[in-house]
């Protein structure tokens, strides 16, 4: 399995083809505008409906087709998880059938990005506010230790260290298949090996979001 970023070659969405997606829901829902949005590595859209709010259209890439399943799988998990403040997925569909890529239509949430309150008198607050987020994320429960793809988790383990230590071999097996330095090797293996009692203090398994920055949070007006 390819775990590369997807950056993929960017997408010029048509009216049409936010109308085709839109379509999908069955709602009749009408769209009136489509303006990009800034997306990471993704291209994704700001959708302006007629009489009803705007949503968001995220288009997914060929690299990595395990990218958007595994997206709508943890986006699952968190609105099952009760009031977390996050957008609700509408949609998933990688059929290429209404337009050529990927995509989702995902509900949009107010603010802006929490990077632009950077300096500002309140950030504080709203980076310990990030904290507290992060903290109810963790509390999801997961039934085993490994990688999130689109049905589950991937190769599950019962225990933090042995998932772990399964993820650092294959790392140092592609360290030296790509010609890393056979001493630096063995000295980071002996590093890892001296401490991986310390994997034990995890002793249940849960959702580990590893992409929290101010970049992908949004901060409302109200200071939250």
């Not at 225990?159 to 592609?174: I, L, Q, S, V």
Request: include cysteine; charge should be negative.
């Amino acid at each position: 399995m390819e775990f590369a970023p997807d950056r993929p070659a960017s997408f010029a969405l048509t009216l049409g083809d936010a109308q085709a997606a839109v379509d999908g829901l069955g709602h009749g829902w009408r769209v009136s505008g489509a303006e990009p949005l800034a997306g990471g590595t993704k291209d994704v859209f700001l959708l302006t409906l007629e009489e009803r709010p705007a949503i968001v259209l995220k288009t997914y890439g060929d690299g990595l087709p395990w990218r958007l399943p595994k997206e709508a799988y943890v986006a699952s998990l968190i609105a099952g998880s009760g009031d977390l403040p996050a957008a609700r997925w509408l949609l998933a569909d990688d059929s290429r059938q209404r337009i050529p890529r990927p995509f989702a239509l995902i509900s949009r949430l107010p603010g802006r990005p929490l990077s632009e309150r950077s300096g500002r008198p309140e950030a504080a607050d709203l980076y310990r506010q990030a904290g507290a987020l992060l903290r109810r994320l963790h509390d999801i429960a997961m039934p085993a230790f490994g990688y999130i793809l689109g049905d589950g988790v991937w190769r599950p383990s019962p225990t933090n260290r042995g998932y772990m230590a399964a993820a650092f071999e294959a790392k140092f097996r592609d360290f030296a298949e790509n010609g890393g330095d056979a001493g630096l090797l063995d000295r980071i293996q002996l590093f890892v090996a001296d401490r991986l009692g310390a994997l034990d203090g995890c002793g249940s398994a849960a959702l580990c979001h590893n992409d929290i920055h101010p970049g992908n949070l949004l901060a409302g007006q109200d200071e939250r």
